[in-house]
């Protein structure tokens, strides 16, 4: 079936530059489709099967885009923020055109995987919490964790509001860089807001640093530095779409 849409408009989603910007691109020449120069923006177009060239350069279509950011600390999981900077800012403009949000989100103090898409499809499905999409995180704890709080975080815990928690898994990884604190690996199948730390904060413990090590198949790229993001694979789209049981 040929699906058409605004010549402008898929140049714009392409993140070749804004409508305005893509009407004098046309009108000056430098954009065809099929061989074709095509001077008015407006032209009705099937993006998946017309041949698009800006400056002789193909403009190979998408609909979706899936990012992995390592957040870094200090930026808010938000598409827009009045005064905070967010994690749409660390994106360069070409993938911002996509208008990709943060499914889910992390504290502005926590690091780590973070996922970026404009499939809402995908998103809600992450999200929802009739499927239970596992998440681990990497976190450094104020004073000792043992056995106790791996039996406690198994049975479920009381939060804060009353709100009993599914049961969580807790590895104790060892002792903390700083004496007297410990280093440990929690997976939650819910996503309950400030949940980690809350989760400690039932145990009477206060968590220091918190990462985000991986979401439902997704795991973290452990060579992007806080800060840095790129574009998932095909492979790893398609292990996130296994990932609701
Ligand atoms: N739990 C928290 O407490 N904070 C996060 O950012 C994520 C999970």
């Known amino acids: 079936m040929r699906t058409t849409q605004r010549l402008d408009k898929i140049l714009a989603h392409m993140g070749i530059g804004s409508r305005t910007e893509i009407r004098k691109l046309a009108k000056s020449g430098a954009v065809t489709v099929n061989g074709r120069t095509a001077r008015d923006s407006g032209l009705q177009v099937d993006p998946y099967n017309d041949r698009i060239e800006v400056r002789g ?3 190979q279509y998408r609909k979706f885009v899936y990012i992995q950011l390592n957040k870094p600390q200090g930026v808010v999981s938000a ?11 660390l994106l360069d403009r070409k993938l911002r055109a996509f208008e990709p949000f943060p499914v889910g989100r992390l504290d502005k103090d ?11 499809k995908l998103a809600h499905e992450l999200l929802s919490p009739r499927h239970h999409v596992p998440k681990t995180y990497f976190a450094e704890v104020d004073g000792p964790v043992g056995e106790t709080e791996v039996k406690a975080f198994a049975g479920g815990l009381v939060l804060d509001d009353g709100y009993l928690t599914l049961p969580a898994r807790l590895v104790v990884l060892g002792q903390g860089e700083t004496p007297g604190t410990s280093r440990i690996e929690l997976t939650l199948t819910e996503g309950k807001f400030h949940q980690v730390k809350r989760m400690f904060q039932a145990v009477g413990k206060r968590v220091l640093y918190l990462k985000r ?3 439902g198949n997704l795991v973290l790229d452990r060579t992007l530095g806080p800060g840095e993001y790129r574009e998932l694979t095909e492979q790893e789209v398609n292990g996130l779409l296994s990932s609701r049981s």
């Open 57 to 59: 350069n193909p403009v």
């Open 213 to 215: 090590l991986s979401m």
């Open 79 to 89: 598409t827009e923020d009045n005064r905070e900077k967010t994690v749409l800012d």
């Open 110 to 120: 926590t690091e780590g995987l973070l996922l970026l898409t404009n499939d809402g």
